[in-house]
């Protein structure tokens, strides 16, 4: 689902915004690399670190890894393995997020409908915590892979 010009403008300025308030500098590597994450999807660090590259090219691929850490820390992108070993990230405009994955042919399906609301309760009651999100992912055969069977 591609972002409109205003939904890039929030989305950019929201994760810009929780820098801030966390305390971060908005340097030229970070705000380049907001500005890569703002598309919709999941990418991988290596994947934002060849797209600021292109827009930017004197940014370099440990700042890019530094603010996407920076950007996971302060809850403005989510990370998520996306049944791989490696850390795709997606921006985090949601209070949750969910994925099916198959485990076939590796197709990520992303779903609005939140099935753990009713756990999100449990959770804060027994442990004292509040949650603020959740990423939820779910793993078996997709529909053509099944069809194939």
């Known amino acids: 689902m591609a972002h409109d010009g205003k939904a890039h403008e929030q989305t950019v300025s929201s ?17 380049a690399v907001v500005e890569a994450m703002q598309s919709s999807g999941h990418r991988s660090a290596r994947e934002v670190v060849e797209e600021v590259r292109r827009r930017h090219p004197g940014v370099g691929r440990a700042s890019v890894y530094r603010t996407l850490a920076i950007l996971s820390k302060v809850c403005a992108v989510q990370p998520s393995l996306l049944g ?6 997606s921006a985090a ?20 409908e939140c099935t753990a609301a009713g756990m999100v309760g449990d959770i804060e009651q027994r442990l004292g ?21």
Do not use: P, W
Request: glycine fraction near 6%; include cysteine.
């Open 93 to 112: 405009d949601q209070g949750s997020h969910h994925h099916f994955i198959c485990n076939r042919c590796h197709r990520v399906i992303e779903f609005d």
């Open 15 to 31: 994760m810009l915004q929780a820098l801030k308030a966390a305390g971060y500098r908005v340097t030229a590597a970070r705000r």
């Open 84 to 89: 791989t070993t490696r850390a795709h990230y």
């Open 129 to 149: 915590v509040r949650i603020q999100g959740h990423l939820l992912e779910f793993y078996g055969l997709c529909r053509s892979c099944l069809a194939a069977m």
